[in-house]
């Protein structure tokens, strides 16, 4: 069965850093894409990195580069989203997503690109 877990998330102050985690099981991560989501109240879904399967390539929304960092362990099975800097319009429920293949820089952002979904983990800036 496949399965996407986040963690990670919680509540921080502006400035601050969490570490999400998205841990695959029921599959290998080796042969798939993986998108980071975000989705506040009354907003749609939207993309906030993406890693490609094989040569590791990111994708990041012009709101979070140079402030999110996307990684994959595929030993460990699990992908990372690194946020430094949080910013009070950061606060969402956060969600990876899987697609076996690849992403590139127009279909990383896609949420209908991907097969599988996390449930999501929440992720509130506020003091």
């Known amino acids: 069965q496949v399965q996407l877990v986040e963690s990670g998330g919680g509540l921080v102050q502006p400035g601050g850093s969490l570490r999400l985690s998205c841990a695959a099981s029921?599959?290998?991560?080796?042969?798939?894409?993986i998108g980071w989501f975000r989705q506040a109240p009354v907003k749609e879904r939207e993309g906030v990195s993406g890693i490609s399967r094989s040569n590791g390539w990111t994708y990041y929304a012009d709101s979070v580069k140079g402030r999110f960092t996307i990684s994959r362990d595929n030993a460990k099975n699990t992908v990372y989203l690194q946020m430094n800097s949080l910013k009070p319009e950061d606060t969402a429920v956060y969600y990876c997503a899987t697609v076996r293949g690849t992403i590139t820089g127009s279909t990383w952002y896609r949420p209908s690109w991907y097969q599988y979904w996390g449930q999501g983990t929440q992720v509130t800036v506020s003091s």
């Open positions: 029921g599959f290998t991560l080796d042969y798939y894409a």
